[in-house]
């Protein structure tokens, strides 16, 4: 099965971000695992090194329990297996049935900049532009797009541009039901009691907030878009870089050392950290494994029934 990671939530005084899990599968019924980062939680001190503990973890108000075998998934199996697959596969498809309208321009003219900007980079496919000479030309400008789609997709990059025509393309697979999103049981129970007890919850992703609101609007619970304050995307800036974090922090108005970040790439974690953000790394089977030194420094969780309101602790 098909897996992403998803939301927690943060108290509007002091909010703290995080991320927990939800399901996607495909039509095709290849299975695999993939997360997207988000979320809030209210935390009242950073979380220390060393919590990778057998039962419990705890950080100070908030206190997780390591659950084996709770669901999170693995990132490489949904995009390798269903939608890089589905992507590449319909992107000529796409384009030729959208090549008028406006949106789809404005995607192929954000690709156009990008392959400007990686001109000097091995294997870079450049995407002419359209002169209006006629159908050879046009398939010649569609089949440039697609190649450039598919050199970056084979680099595993993630710029802006690739990820937005990447959502409006799952946009139109979601609503022909050609792919659901099919959240993990702890998610929503979790994330509507934090919000009955007046936490908010936010989304920061490498995949477009477009194609966010899709996995949400067009789960197998429903539309749930209703649980979230927020979304962010690779705009406010990579998960890698700390000022990512920073600017999150500004934009919804906390400060960053009370926003606890959940994610299962030691990287990511990094970032987050040097922004001065707490940080809890997830572990869901088929996750990417983490390195010895890295299971002893985070504090590891595996499922959003982990982390409890402060009261509970």
Known sequence: MLRRKYALSCRSAAPLVGWGAGLYRGDSGRSGIFSMDIGQLECSQRPHPGKALEHRCSFDGWSCGTAPGSAESLKCHLFDETLFPYIKDNVKEYLRAHWEEEECQ???????????????????????????????????????????????????????????????????????????????????????????????????????????????????EGDILELFDGHFDTKIGPKVESESYRRIAASIGCATNNILFLTDVPREANAAEEADTHVAVVIRPGNAGLTDDEKSYYSLISSFNELFLPSST
């Open 106 to 220: 404005r995607d192929v003219g954000l690709l156009r900049k990008q392959a400007q900007e990686d001109s000097s980079l091995d294997g870079a496919v450049p995407i002419p532009l359209e002169s209006g000479s006629g159908e050879e030309e046009l398939e010649r400008v569609i089949q440039a797009v697609v190649d450039n789609v598919h050199w970056q997709m084979s680099l595993d990059r993630k710029t802006t541009a690739l990820k937005q025509l990447q959502g409006h393309m799952w946009r139109a697979a979601y609503a022909t039901g050609h792919v659901k999103g099919e959240i993990f049981e702890d998610v929503v129970p979790a994330i509507r009691k934090w919000r009955e007890a007046g936490m908010k919850v936010y989304i920061y992703s490498s995949g477009s907030v477009e194609a966010q609101k899709l996995l949400f609007g067009y789960s197998t």
